[in-house]
């Protein structure tokens, strides 16, 4: 691959830019603050000499990449914007208005896998400078970076019993496989279908049939526990592995059927397993570890009261 092809001619038969657009806009006053030289030679880390096609010049990618995140535009909005807009031309590098692109839109594609980290570190540094030179920022802005992650969406899963189940389920079998037991049914493939029912009923309001899929999904758990503690019987190495992971299985599903023996609840959303509803009704506020003497069923009442009340009131 050559060097990019930055001595490009002029058309003759082509308006010159210079005679349509207005200098003092603010594209074309940016276009003359940036140091094109410094963006080009660490862009030239990419290009390796060789046969084949030139690449674009190194300002039309750096332009189009920082005019594509200053508008928010999709690669396809930027092609059209930059064959309809005289200044985005400018701002790349061009001399003459050109009715069509000179590039493929897959072209940035390969230009984003082609860019390291040096180029985007370059990209940052120099658009720093230009608003340091500009007077955009001062020097005691760059002292010190406040990054605000507020508006980020965190990548947090609500552990709902159907998921935790399936969890268990998935690392049993993992292990299982791992150590060489077989086991006599997975239920894999069963399993991740009836976790992801028991999402679908739960946001359609069908909790009887969520409430159903939730008991498949148990029942089968109990059935691996049981088949993979017959098989590591007596087999003291296995026993130890599987142990922790078996205790923490078997614990989950004894207590939530001690909980609905003792009509005790697990605090639980209704709505999408990843993003909970926040409101009252869609929330069961239920209690968890009381013992079933007289002084905690008051409390239990207390606060099925408040939970009453409280359905009236969004929170």
Not at 252 to 261: D, V
Request: net charge positive.
């Amino acid at each position: 691959m050559s060097q990019p092809r930055d001595d490009r001619q002029d058309d003759l038969f082509r308006p010159p830019l210079e005679e349509i657009i207005n200098f003092r806009h603010p594209l074309v006053r940016l276009a003359g603050e940036i140091d094109w030289d410094f963006l080009a030679r660490r862009f030239s880390s990419v290009c390796r000499v060789g046969p084949g096609q030139p690449p674009l010049p190194t300002r039309l990618v750096a332009g189009l990449f920082i005019l594509k995140h200053m508008h928010n535009l999709s690669d396809e909005a930027l092609c059209e914007r930059w064959v309809e807009n005289p200044y985005f031309q400018y701002f790349c590098g061009e001399v003459v208005f050109r009715h069509e692109l000179p590039f493929d839109r897959s072209s940035l594609t390969r230009w984003r896998q082609r860019l390291g980290e040096e180029q985007i570190v370059a990209l940052l540094q120099e658009s720093l400078s230009v608003a340091h030179r500009t007077g955009a920022i001062d020097t005691k802005d760059l002292e010190r970076v406040a990054i605000d992650t507020t508006v980020q969406e965190k990548a947090i899963a609500h552990p709902t019993d159907a998921r935790l189940t399936h969890r268990a389920i998935a690392k049993l079998v993992e292990l299982a496989k791992r150590e060489g037991v077989e086991l006599r049914q997975s239920y894999l493939r069963l399993a991740k279908r009836a976790a992801i029912m028991v999402g679908r009923y739960t946001h359609a309001h069908q909790f009887k049939r969520a409430r159903r899929e939730l008991k498949f999904l148990r029942t089968r758990l109990g059935r691996i526990i049981r088949d993979i503690r017959r098989k590591i019987e007596g087999n003291t190495a296995l026993e130890d592995r599987f142990g922790p992971l078996l205790d923490r299985a078997a614990g989950s599903t004894s207590r939530a059927a001690s909980a609905r023996a003792k009509g005790l609840l697990v605090a639980r959303a209704r709505g999408r397993v990843h993003r909970p509803r926040q409101s009252a009704r869609a929330v069961r506020v239920r209690l968890q570890g009381l013992n079933c003497h007289s002084g905690h069923r008051a409390q239990g009442r207390a606060v099925r009261a408040s939970r009453q009340g409280a359905a009236r009131q969004p929170i």
